[in-house]
């Protein structure tokens, strides 16, 4: 388990909004964003959070400082924590998930599945999200392997893909034949993410809500009956807001 002290590096922590997208969709949840990343997803919406030119942006937090924050925002009553990033798993997340746990709160992150955990099986809910080709990044099969074994198990586990085009359809389907027992999530790509600093930025609806209609209609030609298509709902409440 990591020390207590350990320094967290944090981009943002807002809430208690809902959760937008994949198996939680809905639910109420304060989001812990950590910053960094080993990852450079072409069509990233989060940026600011990736990138280290804006480290400057980020605070380097204690578990107790991290924790004290998740308290207040949630007015003390247990809540589920969103952990994301960049990629939450280059963080040292164990104390947190221990402090946490004792007050009753709940755990779920999101990793593309590059960087194994011991402290994955402390989770509740372990999303793993590898990056298709339209990312331009490639995934480490062995290294994904390797973060579904750290869980042991332990956290409820899913899939969720982010859909742009036909290759990338094609590599969920791949993706999800090699984990048959993992449930699926599918998620239309937005392809109009803002700039790190411009929340306020356009996005393109309704190309996002064709997608989503193409890869229903992808998803129930093929008779891919196990697969749930789901928006990010966030983004059709608020666009590509910060911090809701």
Sequence with gaps: MTAPHTAIRVSEIFGPTIQGEGMLIGLPTVFVRTGGCDYRCSWCDSL?????????????????????????????????????????????????????????????????????????????????????????MATDWAAFDACVEAARGRPQIALKLVVFEDTDYAYARDAAARYPRLPVYLQPGNHTPPRPGDENAPIDMDGVMKRMEWLVE???????????????????????????
Aim: aromatic share 10%; glycine share 8%; hydrophobic share 40%.
């Design 48 to 136: 600011y959070a990736v990138d280290s030119r804006f480290r400057h942006e980020w605070e380097m937090m204690s578990t107790d400082a991290l924790w004290q924050k998740v308290v207040a925002l949630s007015g003390g009553r247990p809540v589920m924590v969103s952990l994301s990033g960049g990629n939450p798993a280059v963080q040292p997340l164990g104390a947190l998930l221990d402090r946490g746990h004792r007050e009753g709160y709940r755990f779920a992150l999101e990793t593309q599945g590059s960087v194994a955990r011991n402290w994955f099986a402390e989770l509740d809910v372990l999303v793993l999200s590898p990056k298709p080709p339209s990312s331009e």
């Design 218 to 244: 992808e998803v129930t030609r093929d008779r891919w009956f196990d697969a749930r298509v789901l928006p990010q709902l966030h983004v059709l409440l608020w666009g590509n807001k910060r911090g809701v």
